[in-house]
């Protein structure tokens, strides 16, 4: 599976941005997730969506962020609004073909994409 993410960009605190991750397989089947990793911190967990659809998103997130997908072309979005300057990061979107139960381990994720840099000026 081949991941490509696109969509980052230099923003101001307050806007919105929507990245999208188009796979070369089939993500209504994956577990597919969002995460992101700031300059000298760990890759966190941001957002994920199981194959059933449902989704769910990390607390500093959650209530601005949101997943979805577009079967049909094989891709998913994470819509960001109200982004603040802490949202700067490097975000990669993932791929768990295995479906496991655990979508916020980015252990359990065999594919990833390069990464999209999101800056938020303050």
């Known amino acids: 599976v081949q991941l490509q993410a696109s969509g980052g960009g230099l923003v101001q605190a307050g806007d919105s941005l929507r990245l999208s991750c188009a796979a070369s397989g089939r993500v209504s089947t994956y577990n597919m997730g969002w995460f992101r990793q700031a300059p000298g911190k760990e890759r966190e967990f941001v957002a994920a969506?199981?194959?059933?659809?449902?989704?769910f998103a990390a607390d500093s997130v959650k209530g601005r962020f949101a997943m979805s997908r577009e079967s049909a072309k094989n891709t998913v979005y994470l819509q960001m609004n109200s982004l603040k300057h802490e949202d700067t990061a490097v975000y990669y979107c993932a791929a768990d073909p295995r479906r496991t139960v655990t979508p916020r381990d980015p252990s359990v994720y065999d594919y990833w994409g390069q990464g999209t840099l999101v800056t938020v000026s303050s």
């Open positions: 969506m199981r194959w059933s659809g449902s989704t």
